[in-house]
């Protein structure tokens, strides 16, 4: 489980597709793990609250020994639509 969170926070933190995850290889060559139980183990962690619970404990962490610094938190706007255009983005009109 350790490895397949690693893997987990891998993705999240390289925002790549999981089929493009780099996962080790053991002696025959072949990948450790497959991709698909590293995202069903995701979907079902994060379905059980698991991942809300281990965010959540870790500011508290943060918290209890004065590590939290808010002065650095802002707001990620990289799921947020475009509200006028972005459809041709990059397009000069030729």
């Not at 925002?15 to 979907?43: D, V």
């Not at 379905?47 to 959540?56: Q, T």
Request: glycine share 10%; with cysteine; net charge positive.
């Amino acid at each position: 489980m350790h490895k397949t969170f690693n893997y987990i926070l891998q993705v999240l933190y390289m925002g790549c597709q999981w089929k493009m995850l780099p996962i080790e290889r053991n002696a025959k060559g072949l990948p450790e793990i497959h991709y698909t139980r590293i995202y069903r183990s995701f979907r079902r962690w994060q379905a059980e609250g698991c991942i809300d619970a281990i965010f959540a404990g870790s500011v508290s962490r943060l918290r209890d020994d004065s590590l939290l610094d808010l002065t650095v938190v802002h707001g990620d706007g990289t799921t947020t639509a475009a509200k006028k255009g972005g459809d041709n983005l990059g397009y000069s009109g030729h």
